[in-house]
């Protein structure tokens, strides 16, 4: 079975810091470009980063850019979010997701995991 | 930064067709995907690269993509249809980011 776990959401004081992990299984990880992507309690779906298969590619949103960094390590089908100087505007149910398409960067999201709270309060 | 207008709510009654739009500047050019999500329930890819349809998907939810509006179309629509519907395009304008709109609440009637 294809699946995303996400874990590594907590509540965390703005000017934190936290990592985000997304454990992969049931496809090939590494011919897959990963994303991450966010919903704000209420709100919309909103696009944060993406990796390409080898990690050679790295691509954020503005609002997430210098502050947030995605990494991956194919040896153990992982995905990480690495989430600097948080803001209170940053708390989301944050989701992993693959690529529909090998090698592609530009495909839709065709696997999605359950995703993680992130809360960033005082 | 590129944006993508939806409705915020398109009604239909079972078993006629729903269509929800996606407008975005000259997005014919571009690639657009759809998502579906339920209450509490992770999104779910329905329509890929404009038009096509990931395997599990019905045959009733098909799309288009031309000139300024993109529309994902849903024929005989069900009351498990009922849900918010997203649409997504990758803007490698200035860089390559992805951006979506903002959704579209579908009621069932």
């Known amino acids: 079975e294809v699946q995303l776990v996400e874990s590594g959401g907590v509540v965390v004081q703005p000017g934190g810091s936290l990592r985000l992990s997304c454990a992969a299984s049931?496809?090939?990880?590494?011919?897959?470009?990963m994303h991450w992507v966010r919903q704000a309690p209420g709100k919309g779906l909103e696009w944060v980063s993406l990796?390409?298969?080898?990690?050679?590619?790295?691509y954020y949103a503005d609002s997430v850019k210098g502050r947030f960094t995605i990494s991956r390590d194919n040896s153990k089908n992982s995905l990480y979010l690495q989430m600097n100087s948080l803001r209170t505007e940053d708390t989301a149910l944050y989701y992993c997701?693959?690529?529909?398409?090998?090698?592609?960067?530009?495909?839709?999201?065709?696997?999605w995991g359950q995703g993680t709270t992130v809360t960033v309060s005082s | 930064s590129y944006v993508l207008t939806q409705p915020p709510s398109v009604s239909v009654a079972p078993g006629k067709t729903a269509r929800i739009t996606c407008g975005g500047n000259?997005?014919?050019?571009?690639?657009v995907h759809w998502y579906q999500q339920k209450p509490g329930q992770a999104p779910v890819l329905v329509i890929y690269?404009?038009?096509d349809r990931p395997s599990g998907i019905p045959e009733r939810f098909s799309g288009s993509n031309s000139g300024n509006t993109a529309t994902l179309t849903i024929s005989r629509v069900e009351a498990g249809d009922e849900a918010d519907y997203y649409c997504?395009?990758?803007?490698?304008?200035?860089?390559?980011?992805?951006?979506f709109g903002g959704g579209t609440k579908l009621t069932v009637l």
């Open positions: 997701a693959k690529d529909v398409e090998v090698g592609a960067t530009d495909g839709g999201m065709d696997v």
């Open positions: 049931g496809f090939t990880f590494d011919d897959y470009t």
């Open positions: 990796i390409s298969w080898d990690g050679g590619s790295t």
């Open positions: 000259n997005i014919g050019s571009k690639s």
């Open positions: 690269y404009d038009s």
């Open positions: 997504q395009v990758w803007d490698s304008s200035s860089d390559h980011r992805g951006v």
